[in-house]
T-cell receptor, first 116, second 112 residues
Framework: LAKTTQPISMDSYEGQEVNITCSHN???????ITWYQQFPSQGPRFIIQ?????VTNEVASLFIPADRKSSTLSLPRVSLSDTAVYYC?????????????????WGLGTSLAVNP | NAGVTQTPKFQVLKTGQSMTLQCAQD?????MYWYRQDPGMGLRLIYY???????DKGEVPNGYNVSRLNKREFSLRLESAAPSQTSVYFC???????????FGPGTRLLVL
């Protein structure tokens, strides 16, 4: 079963690029990698998802090396409003079930503080 | 378009009491999920429903039951609450099983 590891916290300043890396050494062939953002007293919010190589959307980029044992969420030019907890999620929802012992594995989250 | 709504927002129970957490989504999603979030433990899947009429256990189902009432609604029931069930509970939905999950605002439950 994949287990994810992320840094507990990171500090940055407005306008900088922030890279958060998640390790998932036992990732399975069918697993996707998804990143979520969570603000206090709110539910997580989807940022980006990928399977391999690089994915980019309007808010972030996701870099996945060929061996897929890690992934890096890149936030360009962060602002104060990007202060939040960021979660790495590894798994294949299509295989979840009591009969096949698959799980969605959430990381413990990285608390990002963006300073003025 | 309210997205995913959860009721109640906050609840205090005594050990042994029962309650049902309600969740509804208005995005016509097929799949719905219940998670609990505890400090230092991250998010853990309790139960999920891949489509209307089906439910299945997640990582931590013991002490909980669920009902997929219709396509919109997915409830979580604690038959006999225990202090270990003190947590924040999140409901989520997605169009398909591999789709982006949309989360509700959460229910904070305290069991004394």
């Amino acid at each position: 079963l994949a287990k994810t590891t992320q840094p507990i916290s990171m500090d940055s300043y407005e306008g900088q690029e922030v890279n958060i890396t998640c390790s998932h050494n036992n990732i399975a062939t069918n697993d996707y990698i998804t990143w979520y953002q969570q603000f206090p007293s709110q539910g997580p919010r989807f940022i980006i998802q990928g399977y391999k190589t690089k994915v980019t959307n309007e808010v972030a980029s996701l870099f996945i090396p060929a061996d897929r044992k890690s992934s890096t969420l890149s936030l360009p030019r962060v602002s104060l409003s990007d202060t939040a907890v960021y979660y790495c999620l590894v798994g294949d929802m299509g295989l979840i079930g009591a009969g096949n012992n698959r799980k969605l594995i959430w990381g413990l989250g990285t608390s990002l503080a963006v300073n003025p | 378009n309210a997205g995913v709504t959860q009721t109640p927002k906050f609840q205090v129970l005594k050990t042994g009491q029962s309650m049902t957490l309600q969740c509804a989504q208005d995005m016509n999603h097929n799949s719905m999920y219940w998670y609990r979030q505890d400090p230092g433990m991250g998010l853990r899947l309790i139960y999920y429903s891949a489509s209307e009429g089906t439910t299945d256990k997640g990582e931590v189902p013991n002490g909980y039951n669920v009902s997929r009432l219709n396509k919109r609604e997915f409830s979580l029931r604690l038959e006999s609450a225990a202090p270990s069930q003190t947590s924040v509970y999140f409901c989520a939905s997605s169009e398909g099983q591999r789709g982006t999950q949309y989360f509700g605002p959460g229910t904070r439950l305290l069991v004394l």
